[in-house]
């Protein structure tokens, strides 16, 4: 590029930002407006992809989670809907028939439960899931105390709960959860 072609770039751009002058400030605002939407968008796209990464890293590579919920049968001929539910036939039958299923977990759910510690003086409505130890392994859930229970608690039929942070802290305050006694709905169980 010539040193005379570049002067006379110069010039035509010096000529037409003197012809426009009323135009240059709304243009410039609207390129810096332009830029500034992008770069929010791009900072909430972030923000939401990391934070559903983190959200699906509790769960695992390689995760499947089935749920089974009702069975519509034939509405014209006067059939209702039923509850599928899952018993320990239909676990052993997926553990033998799909050997590439390596551990396995069928959660029972239960929401809005009523849940009571330190005698009744606090009470919490929770969201609470009957699971085999197996979870532990299936799912990464980090405890700030205590133990995830095991097949021991299973074949004992101990009753033993894993509380999550909101609801420790909503049942026990800073005091210690391990060794408490925790009431949900009539049945009381130890942290």
Known sequence: MS???FLHALREALSSIRRERRRLLPMALGIVFGMTVVMVLLATANGFEASQR?????????FLLL???RAELDRAGGGEERKLRMDERDIEA???GAPAIRRLSPMN???????????????????????????????NI?????????????????????LGPMARQQLFGKGPA????????????TP
């Open 3 to 5: 040193p005379v072609w």
């Open 142 to 162: 980090p405890l700030a105390e205590g133990r995830f229970f095991d097949e021991i608690d299973q074949d004992e039929r101990r009753r033993v709960i894993v």
């Open 94 to 96: 997926i553990r033998t």
């Open 109 to 139: 759910m239960a929401y809005r439960a009523r849940m009571f510690g330190r005698g009744g003086a606090s009470g919490a409505n929770v969201w609470i899931a009957g699971a085999l130890p197996e979870l532990a392994q299936i799912r």
């Open 54 to 62: 983190k959200a699906l890293s509790a769960y695992g590579d390689r």
């Open 67 to 69: 749920r089974l919920n």
């Open 178 to 189: 391990v060794g408490q006694t925790v009431r949900i709905t009539g049945f009381a169980t």
